[in-house]
């Protein structure tokens, strides 16, 4: 045997499927300079494929065994100055290390040679692959880099990314690289603004910082990122850091100002009205209505330039709200909507328009000089309150002009009509036409005007009756009942404002609860009912009614007491049911709260004061009761909001002494949750390991709570307290919801363990529950999943029958962790 004692060797035990869960090398040191054949590292002369470490040095790596009439090798071929083989033995070994990232695979050609140097057998094809060990780290492709985030940008949104390399095998964890910030300078927050992908090494603003970040606070971060190497797996991956400066700007993405167009525009559409700016590229710019309009006379193009499509008219719509929004791709909202605000600004663009086709005004004969006999509207749909609608007058014909063709004067800016002569006379004309002419800066109108010479208001109306004394009513007639007829006469000129005739209340119905009108032409007055009745607020009125002329009384005569009449009504009553002050009862309770506990008092009372009892109906889960007489609501039993959060009963109320007459409203309850569910587990899948254990592995639990998560529950796990359990088992945090569990060692044997596991939530008080973890230990298939012999529902069969029964296999597909 050949002996190379002095050196210590490593040799990898090699079939080419690396087996990344063994030890990568193995120790072979004095007691194999002796017999190498027991390691199975000799052989005849064939085509052999090696892996072989990086790095470690000279080492051994196989034995060829020669074959008369061979009496040593020869190799040839990537050699590299390393790799070498003793002639006379056939020990293939490397003087020196071999490094992947140089050169990660070795050809060679080894023959067999004769005594005389002839070639006896070969040659043959022998690789060594070098195996990557982790001997590089990650390095960042720069020292510092500069990003530049606006505010208010999207929650993990990237807006730079930093990238390291690892010169290590990247089929390998050794150049499996992540990334974390290890320093956020300042931090001023309880969370980070920023957050890196630990895979992509993209940086974007956290949740919070999407919410916090302001220029006008601090426009400068400086990060300080971390890279590690195998997948940050473990705690001696290789790890570098860079610098990230990061500056914050402000957000493009603003309200322009108030949009001012004006209306009847002439200009070419569509026209660019506004523009805005989303923070990020290549995003979809729309626009939605603020309120349902036959059409949104507005665009926006994919620059974000808002356009108006069409001339706008002011008087149709003086101003405009809508959204411009942005979406990527996908359809998904990116900025927060922006409310555009557009005002139309008026032009004299609409005519005077005359109020009445034709304005009739009467003038009684006699009356005087300079008197004001009535006006003349007019009206213009531009803007109120600007010359654009500032209406002029002029009278400019009078038809017919006798006595004079100046009777009339109207006043330039108010439209009033008043008399320029002394008193008309119906003998010389009864009816003059009048056309006004009212302009404003742009436009003029004509409007009609007809003025009828009446004879004097010299006779009062006289009423039938100074007195219609009682009226009996009850107080459930509907609005708008005539309740009563009058009658008053006027002796002056029929149909014209000195004999028509209106009736006022003048005295007892201070709420108008009444209203009296005239038919024209027999001057007849119907009393209405105008407001509804109400006995239990006012069971009679005493009524005063005056009739009087629109037109005035000619000086000298004055309206006396034939003028006025009298009545009453009396309101009778009508039984109403019982009144609750309220539609909807609204209360909140906590769900603990005791049995019999008052949650209510729900008051109804009635119009006409008889006694009122209470009752419930709906109350579907028996859970309150009312008392009859109070309407105080208690609860009957215990409350439970996981089976019903808002709960609603209708609570009647009815007439002690006549049942029928009864009324109803609703309670809700909202009941507030308390903690009184103990956390569960949230999976019901059976964790397993495989074995035998190698060491690091771990498994997800996760927790669950019924309890109202107001923002979400956070859980604690951890063992129960004893010797056994802590001895064989871990329990890390993952996070608020997820913990790890892990063996401590790995002497586990192939059964199912019992891990006892207590799980608290974050109520207050906290509530525990102890809970069994199964875990299997199980032989795995080359998957990684458990094979567990399934169990026997009863006991073992005796030997005899034992034949023909059949072992199945579960086949477990599980969600544990294997880390190695
Ligand atoms: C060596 O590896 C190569 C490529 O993987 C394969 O084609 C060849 O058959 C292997 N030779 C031996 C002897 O295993
Ligand atoms: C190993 O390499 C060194 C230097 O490169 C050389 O001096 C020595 O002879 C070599 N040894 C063998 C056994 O090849
Ligand atoms: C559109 O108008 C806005 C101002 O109203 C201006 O800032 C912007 O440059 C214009 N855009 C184009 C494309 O003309
Ligand atoms: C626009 O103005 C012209 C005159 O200036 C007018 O005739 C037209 O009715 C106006 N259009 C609208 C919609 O107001
Ligand atoms: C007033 O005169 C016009 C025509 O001049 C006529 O149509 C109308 O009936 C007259 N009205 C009265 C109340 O005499
Ligand atoms: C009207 O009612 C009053 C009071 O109830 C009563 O005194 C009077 O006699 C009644 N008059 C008539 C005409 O019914
Ligand atoms: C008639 O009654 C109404 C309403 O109370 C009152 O405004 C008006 O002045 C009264 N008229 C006379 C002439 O008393
Ligand atoms: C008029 O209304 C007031 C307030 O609503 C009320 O207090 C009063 O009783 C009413 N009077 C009558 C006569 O209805
Ligand atoms: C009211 O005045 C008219 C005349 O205008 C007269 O006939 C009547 O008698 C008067 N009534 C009373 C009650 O004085
Ligand atoms: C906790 O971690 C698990 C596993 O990584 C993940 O699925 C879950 O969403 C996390 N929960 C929270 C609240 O972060």
């Excluded at 654009?388 to 009033?416: C, H, Y």
């Excluded at 009296?516 to 006995?535: H, M």
Aim: charged share 20%; hydrophobic share 35%; proline share 6%.
């Amino acid at each position: 045997m050949f002996k190379l004692c002095g050196l210590q060797f490593l040799l990898a035990i090699h079939s080419q499927a690396s087996l990344s869960c063994f030890p990568p090398s193995l120790s072979v040191s004095q007691a194999l300079c002796h017999n190498l054949e027991d390691l199975h590292v000799t052989g005849p002369l064939k085509d052999m494929n090696f892996s072989v470490p990086e790095g470690g040095g000279v080492r051994f790596i196989y034995q060829f065994t020669s074959e008369p009439p061979a009496v040593s090798f020869r190799v040839t071929g990537e050699k590299d100055g390393i790799i070498d083989i003793v002639p006379r033995t056939g020990i293939l070994y490397l003087n020196g290390s071999l490094d992947w990232e140089t050169k990660a695979v070795h050809r060679l050609q080894v023959e067999s040679l004769d005594e005389k140097g002839k070639v006896v057998k070969g040659p043959y094809a022998v690789t060594i692959h070098v195996e990557d060990i982790n001997d590089n780290p990650p390095e960042f492709d720069q020292k510092e880099y500069t990003g530049v985030v606006r505010q208010n940008s999207r929650p993990g949104k990237p807006f730079m990314y930093v990238h390291a390399t690892d010169r290590d095998d990247p089929t390998t964890p050794h150049a499996q690289l992540t990334y974390s910030i290890l320093h956020h300078f300042p931090n001023p927050y309880t969370e980070m603004l920023f957050q890196i992908d630990s895979v992509t090494g993209a940086i974007s603003p956290s949740k919070m910082g999407s919410y916090y970040l302001d220029p006008q606070k601090q426009d400068t971060f400086t990060l300080v990122v971390t890279v590690k190497d195998m997948a940050g797996m473990t705690t001696n991956a290789f790890t570098s850091s860079a610098d990230v400066l990061i500056t914050v700007k402000e957000s493009m993405w603003k309200v322009p100002p108030t949009i001012h167009i004006q209306e009847n525009s002439t200009q070419v559409h569509p026209v660019n009205i506004s523009q805005v700016h989303s923070n990020e590229l290549d995003v979809i710019y729309d626009l939605f209505e603020k309120e349902k309009l036959p059409r949104l006379p507005f665009s926006i193009d994919q620059n974000g330039v808002i356009y108006v499509t069409e001339p706008l008219d002011r008087e149709e719509d003086d101003s405009y709200a809508f959204f411009v929004v942005t979406k990527d791709n996908k359809g998904e909202l990116v900025d927060k909507p922006l409310q555009i605000h557009v005002v139309v600004e008026d032009i004299n663009d609409n005519p005077p328009v005359c109020q009445q086709a034709l304005t009739v005004i009467e003038v009684q004969e006699n009356e005087g000089l300079g008197s004001n006999i009535g006006t003349v509207f007019a009206t213009d749909m531009d803007e109120k309150d600007t010359l654009n609608s500032r209406l002029q007058f002029k009278i400019e014909s009078q038809v017919p002009s006798v006595p004079a063709s100046n009777l009339f004067f109207i006043q330039q800016d108010t439209g009033i009509l008043q008399l320029t002569s002394r008193s008309l006379n119906k003998r010389i004309a009864s009816n003059y036409s009048l056309k006004v002419l009212v302009t404003d800066a742009v436009f003029q109108t004509r409007c009609d005007v007809q003025i009828h010479v009446i004879d004097i208001n010299d006779q009062i109306p006289i009423f039938e009756k100074s007195d219609y004394h009682n009226v009996t009513i009850a107080e459930s007639k509907p609005v708008g009942t005539v309740i009563l007829e009058i009658q008053a006469t006027d002796g002056d000129e029929p149909a014209t404002g000195s004999s028509y005739i209106i009736y006022q209340v003048k005295e007892g119905d201070p709420n108008d609860t009444f209203i009296i009108e005239t038919d024209p032409e027999t001057n007849r007055g119907f009393v209405k009912i105008n407001k509804a009745l109400d006995f239990e607020a006012a069971p009679m009125y005493n009524l005063v009614i005056n009739a009087t002329n629109p037109e005035p009384l000619v000086p000298g005569v004055q309206y006396n007491s034939s003028s006025l009449t009298l009545f009453k009504v009396f309101v009778t009553n009508v039984d109403e049911p019982p009144v609750f002050p309220k539609t909807v009862y609204k209360g909140e309770v906590s769900e603990d709260i005791p049995v019999g506990s008052l949650v209510m008092t729900v008051e109804a009372y009635d119009p006409e004061g008889a006694v009122v009892r209470y009752s419930l109906e709906g109350d579907i889960r028996k859970w309150l009761k009312i008392d009859s007489a109070t309407g105080h609501i208690y609860t009957a039993s215990t409350l439970d909001r996981e089976q019903e959060e808002i709960y609603t009963v209708h609570v009647v109320a009815s007439e002690l002494s006549n049942t029928a007459q009864k009324s109803k409203t609703t309670l809700t309850l909202h009941l507030h949750d308390v903690n009184d569910n103990p956390p569960r587990l949230a999976m019901d899948y059976p964790l397993f390991f495989c074995h035998p254990l190698i060491g690091g592995e771990r498994a997800f639990l996760q927790a669950t709570d019924d309890d109202e998560q107001r923002y979400y529950s956070r859980f604690t796990f951890s063992l129960v307290d004893d010797m056994n359990t802590r001895n064989n088992w871990e329990i890390s945090k993952v996070n608020a919801t997820h913990a790890y569990l892990s063996p401590k060692h790995a002497n586990f044997e192939e059964k199912v363990y019992n891990v006892p596991v207590i799980i608290s939530d974050n109520g207050k008080p906290p509530l525990g529950r102890q809970v069994n973890l199964e875990v299997n230990i199980c032989k795995c298939s080359s998957e990684k999943s458990c094979f567990i012999e399934v169990q026997r529902e009863h006991s073992w069969p005796s030997t005899g029958q034992a034949i023909g029964i059949l072992i199945g296999v579960l086949l477990i597909i599980g969600r544990s962790l294997f880390l190695c």
